[in-house]
Nanobody, 121 residues
Framework: QVQLVESGGGLVQPGGSLRLSCATS????????MGWYRQAPGKQRELVAT?????????NYADSVKGRFTISRDNAKNTVYLQMASLKPEDTAVYYC?????????????WGQGTQVTVSS
């Protein structure tokens, strides 16, 4: 089992910045990768960014956030971050932390509770 706890959401003006944090606990040695997803009202949940944990892959970003968002990790704190800059109203959504965890030969998804990000003047 892996537990994920997000923090750092809030209200920000267009052009502003926010940093989201996702603290992990539990069987963290089984985590293959982590990422951030978001879901706006009336829309499907979409990928924002991913970062490898237990593999040698690279980071991955949605086209809509490339150059504005940065995903990173602090292994000592077992925490993954999403630094968001140049925020736009269309970035408004609930942001969810995700962990893909190895269970045998397959990967299972674990989710945090979500944190609201609102970009508005």
């Amino acid at each position: 089992q892996v537990q994920l706890v997000e923090s750092g959401g809030g209200l920000v003006q267009p052009g502003g910045s926010l940093r989201l944090s996702c603290a992990t606990s539990g069987s963290i040695f089984s985590i293959y990768s982590m990422g951030w997803y978001r879901q706006a009202p009336g829309k499907q949940r979409e990928l924002v960014a991913t970062i490898p944990i237990g593999n040698s892959g690279g980071t991955n970003y949605a086209d809509s956030v490339k150059g504005r968002f940065t995903i990173s990790r602090d292994n000592a704190k077992n925490t993954v971050y999403l630094q968001m800059a140049s925020l736009k109203p269309e970035d408004t959504a609930v942001y969810y932390c995700n962990a893909k965890v190895r269970l045998g030969t397959s990967l299972s998804d674990y989710w945090g509770q979500g944190t609201q990000v609102t970009v508005s003047s």
